[in-house]
Nanobody
Framework: QFQLVQSGGGLVPPGGNLRLSCEMT????????IGWFRQSPGKDSEGVAC????????KYSDSVKGRFIAFRDNGKNTAYLQMSSLLPEDTGDYFC??????????????????WGQGTQVTVSS
């Protein structure tokens, strides 16, 4: 069984930047699309970014488009979420998730059954 181990996150002022990382161990990384999901109090889980196994197809939610970039280094078995121009409404718990296939269709949590441990992002002055 593979694992997803996240790092990054923390407290950042509005307008700041953060990078989240997600390393997969125990399986062939490029066989899995990766999704980044955000959970905030009082809100539904949101798929903010998904990236295909090859790294050449990405999807973003409207709320982060133009500010977040998902990319991956398959040689390092690691996916990244670069977050820029952060807003207070970006605050939440961020989860790296994995699909069972390298393809992305919908960036919805039912397509990504494997989840990392999560990391908290707080955007506040």
């Amino acid at each position: 069984q593979f694992q997803l181990v996240q790092s990054g996150g923390g407290l950042v002022p509005p307008g700041g930047n953060l990078r989240l990382s997600c390393e997969m161990t125990g399986d062939t990384f490029e066989h899995h699309a990766i999704g980044w999901f955000r959970q905030s109090p009082g809100k539904d889980s949101e798929g903010v970014a998904c990236i295909s196994g090859s790294g050449d197809v990405m999807k973003y939610s409207d709320s982060v488009k133009g500010r977040f970039i998902a990319f991956r280094d398959n040689g390092k078995n690691t996916a990244y979420l670069q977050m820029s121009s952060l807003l207070p409404e970006d605050t939440g718990d961020y989860f790296c998730t994995s699909s069972s296939t390298p393809f992305i269709a919908e960036c919805i949590d039912s397509a990504y059954p494997y989840w990392g441990q999560g990391t908290q992002v707080t955007v506040s002055s």
